[in-house]
């Protein structure tokens, strides 16, 4: 019996290893798009991440430099409405300490925004994330619309997950 318990728990306990995983959640609201971004570093590609931000190599990370890290993350990302682009925001962040970061357990959070107001009818959002290189993963998914007017209709991505379209309606 114990051992059939230690099976469900050794899996939490697990660290990323060979992959820089980008996981996005999109929340659509009346006026607003948020978007969670978690980015975690495995450990084998953690030293090239933490090189990025460290950019004075010093082996911590400054507030400057993890809002350069954060401004260059936004930049690599992509939002149209209906075929426009939209601005993305970093409203907020929180980094990991370094040493979490180099052995593949901190996960760094960016909170971004983008100002949409929707008018009654079909929308189409497409998200595009270009990542940080051949060792990036992806997953993305749209949360359910907590406001009772917006309807997910479908969502559709890549292989990769790197680009991702959600297709919803909005009522009157």
Request: hydrophobic fraction near 40%; avoid cysteine; charged fraction near 20%.
């Amino acid at each position: 019996m114990l051992a059939g318990l230690t099976a469900f728990v050794a899996p939490a306990w697990a660290h990323r290893l060979d992959e820089y995983l980008q996981a996005t959640v999109i929340d659509v609201s009346r006026q607003e798009i948020d978007v969670a971004l978690r980015l975690t570093p495995g450990v084998d590609v953690a030293s090239q991440v933490l090189n990025q931000i460290d950019a004075n190599g010093d082996g911590g990370l400054s507030a400057q430099e993890q809002q350069k890290y954060a401004q260059y993350a936004i930049s690599q990302l992509s939002l149209t409405l209906d075929g426009i682009s939209l601005s993305i925001k970093l409203k907020d962040y929180v980094f990991p300490n370094v040493e979490e970061l180099r052995v593949g357990s901190g996960t760094i959070s960016l909170h971004l925004r983008a100002q949409a107001i929707f008018k009654p009818g079909r929308h189409k959002l497409r998200y595009s994330n270009q990542g940080s290189g051949a060792d990036t993963v992806y997953l993305v998914n749209a949360l359910l619309p907590h406001d009772h007017t917006i309807h997910i209709q479908s969502q559709k991505r890549s292989s990769n997950q790197a680009v991702y379209d959600l297709d919803f309606t909005v009522d009157q």
